[in-house]
């Protein structure tokens, strides 16, 4: 059977439909309700403790604290904290120098946090800034974050782990200003613990604080016009970092000039400016330690700096250990091995105002055997992983640093704790559909990507959170095909793409016809006789020449399948819903007629599911009942088919009554949905209505 979370899926969409999610409308974290607590704590005089996220040993989670210090640890709110005098969320606006960081290895969340602080806008949205410990205070906070496809409002107590009175994770310089620390305790809860926070890339942390648009360039491999990139990004309202290589140890060990391994930065800023006649290109980074800075050429102590303008020199040097320094742009690149960029609007790209890109986002899944087919070197599953049609439009630039799509991939977290989530190697592929085949509706089958390479594709499949890519695609249509590298992997995931210009988009998971079910769509009934079958039914039937379910049963089992079924026959449950199904004359009992329509599409079914089970176990594999259905003539969405199996299938495989149960009952929602499309084109109604 799929991993459950297909009719979570479902919900989780109707309820965005109904503007959940978005940033006026956040979803409530874990079902909690800060306006609603908030008001049950004041009422009753309470001070807030959430048993979702208590305070306690398993909330800061194994691997980051001794056995010894974990019994040492104190969970205080800031006003019980020592040299707290007068606790304050946030005291003279907040800024990257307002924190430094602790024993936990989240510089990654701190590097992103501090780019953060450049953009009010964006901070206000993750910060509610009206949060105070004095009116209505009851030891009650909430944050938020952007969580794969939506926003997400999580509420936590103020108690916070310390050790001899001092918080042992983010600590603000100023000891009563604790925007940080419960902001990290927010996000602690988010990722499952504190320890759940150690060690990550800054891009997840970006992603999660604006939604946005986020692209990692590899420094190993910068594209020509990096410099314009970052000059572009640092002028726009773009959040950046970057990291060090890590050393041979997991250690952060600290090297001469200055720099830590395998550490995040921030990115605060860059600057062109004349040095002895030349143009110097420059970038400003901020430690999140707080302290430790580059000690090369344009560091805080560097005689360069007397070679400049009084009027650049005052503006860019600081000199003062606040983990913040200037580094030449050419050793930025020597010295750091990426570089992560997320904005709302991707205008860095091409440097134009107002922005002219557009976002489309769908939300997919791979079911192992359903929709999980690997990447193309499975040529005949391939074609079954979520497809998504694009079609561009608008102008095409000849410029081939003008990119106009942006196509990202992330996978979603399948276990509460981040740090015990599966992550695949994910990647995705995108084709141009030829004029001819831009009529096909429906999934393209295994024969359109044998023949066809991808004219756009992510570098590698990567085990991460997200692959992204940034291409030049002329206006035409496209098919975007994500997919783990393996077969059989499920997971669902989050597709993004950003355009510029026209575009529409839309997801064809509607099964398609593969050449396995060709030679079946024909498949008719046996051709017995219908008087043998009605001389059959009355020497069965009552004195009314009707059958009820339990002789439905005994007929099916011991009579018309006898010998086909392999796991007990009918139940009296199926052979119930059968006769409602079929019992048109409403009488609680199949007549005549009705059985012998029962018997006939029993048997073209049993033929169907005989026919399409090509491993011979007496069960269909989730891949034989995708083709069962074309045969039937049945076109089911992946999600559908999702649903199908969870309901009528066992362990991934359905047996012959099960199939022949799901699709008798297809046939009848068939017919009814029929009946009512017929009603409404008349503007009729029932009779008796």
């Avoid at 969409?13 to 004041?42: T, V």
């Avoid at 950003?498 to 396995?516: F, I, W």
């Avoid at 009554?657 to 084109?681: G, T, W």
Wanted: charged residues 25%; hydrophobic residues 35%; glycine residues 8%.
């Amino acid at each position: 059977m799929p991993p459950p979370g297909v009719c979570l899926n479902i919900l989780e969409a109707r309820s965005k439909q109904n503007g959940h999610g978005g940033s006026k409308n956040p979803e409530k974290f874990l079902q909690q309700d800060y306006e609603q607590l908030k008001q049950y704590c004041n009422i009753r005089g309470l001070r807030y403790i959430d048993e979702r996220f208590p305070p306690d040993r398993n909330s800061i989670g194994a691997g980051i604290l001794s056995p010894s210090d974990l019994d040492r640890v104190v969970w205080l709110r800031p006003a019980k904290i020592p040299n707290v005098a007068n606790p304050c969320l946030i005291i003279d606006g907040i800024s990257r120098f307002d924190f430094g960081q602790g024993i936990l290895g989240d510089c990654w969340f701190l590097a992103s946090l501090g780019s953060l602080t450049f953009q009010s806008d964006i901070l206000k949205q993750v910060v509610p800034v009206e949060q105070t410990f004095q009116e209505s205070y009851c030891g009650l906070f909430h944050f938020r974050f952007w969580r794969f496809g939506g926003w997400v409002d999580v509420v936590i107590d103020d108690k916070l782990p310390t050790i001899n009175g001092r918080l042992i994770f983010v600590h603000s310089k100023d000891p009563n200003e604790f925007w940080p620390a419960l902001l990290e305790k927010a996000y602690a809860k988010v990722c499952g613990s504190y320890a759940d926070m150690n060690a990550g890339s800054p891009a997840e942390a970006l992603m999660d604080f604006t939604g946005g648009v986020h692209v990692t360039v590899q420094l190993s491999d910068p594209p020509q016009n990096l410099w314009e990139l970052i000059f572009r990004a640092g002028q726009s309202k773009s959040l950046m970092s970057s990291g060090t290589l890590q050393g041979e140890t997991p250690a952060n060990t600290v090297l001469l000039n200055g720099l830590v391994e395998g550490h995040a930065y921030t990115i605060t800023g860059v600057k062109e400016m004349l040095h002895q006649g030349k143009v110097v290109r420059l970038v400003r980074l901020w430690n999140p330690w707080g302290k430790g800075e580059w000690k090369g050429d344009w560091s805080d102590g560097s005689p360069l700096w007397r070679t400049v303008s009084a009027e650049d020199r005052k503006l860019c040097l600081s000199v003062a250990e606040d983990g913040e320094f200037w580094m030449p742009f050419k050793d930025f690149c020597s010295f750091f091995t990426d570089l992560d960029i997320c904005c709302l609007c991707p205008s860095f790209l091409d440097g134009e105002q107002p922005c002219k890109w557009r976002t489309s986002m769908f939300e997919g899944r791979w079911v192992s055997g359903v929709t999980a087919g690997g990447c193309m070197n499975y040529k005949d599953t391939f074609w079954i992983n979520p497809q998504f049609r694009l079609k561009l439009h608008g102008d095409f630039s000849e410029n081939a640093n003008d990119k106009n799509i942006f196509v990202s991939v992330t996978q979603k977290p399948d276990k509460r704790r981040r740090q015990k989530c599966r992550k695949f190697h994910i990647g995705f592929s995108v084709f141009e559909i030829p004029e001819e085949d831009e009529a096909h509706r429906g999934k393209f089958p295994a024969a359109f990507f044998k023949s066809r390479t991808p004219v756009a594709q992510s570098k590698k499949f990567l085990d991460a959170r997200e692959v992204m890519e940034v291409f030049r695609l002329k206006p035409a249509e496209y098919l975007i095909v994500p997919s783990t590298f393996g077969p059989n992997e499920t997971a669902s995931f989050l597709l993004t793409i950003v355009y510029k210009g026209e575009a529409h988009g839309y997801e064809t998971s509607t099964l398609g016809q593969p050449e396995a079910a060709e030679d079946m769509t024909e498949i008719k009934a046996n051709t017995e006789d219908d008087e043998r079958k009605t001389s059959f039914f009355r020497q069965h039937s009552d004195q009314y020449e009707e059958v009820n379910a339990e002789q439905l049963q005994r007929l099916l089992n011991d009579q018309i399948l006898k010998g086909d079924l392999k796991s007990g026959g009918f139940s009296i449950d199926a052979c119930c819903s059968m006769v409602a199904l079929m019992d048109n004359s409403i009488t609680g009992k199949l007549n005549s007629e009705e059985f012998v329509a029962l018997w006939k599409n029993v048997i073209k079914y049993r033929d169907i599911f005989y026919l399409t089970d090509v491993s011979q176990t007496g069960t269909l594999s989730l891949s034989e009942l995708r083709n069962a259905f074309n045969a039937s003539g049945k076109r089911l969405s992946d999600d559908m088919l999702s649903l199908m199996v969870v309901r009528y299938g066992s362990a991934g495989h359905m047996s012959l009554e099960s199939f022949i149960s799901l699709i008798l009952r297809l046939d009848c929602m068939h017919m009814d949905l029929s009946f009512h499309v017929h009603l409404r084109k008349r503007g009729g109604k029932k009779d008796g209505n």
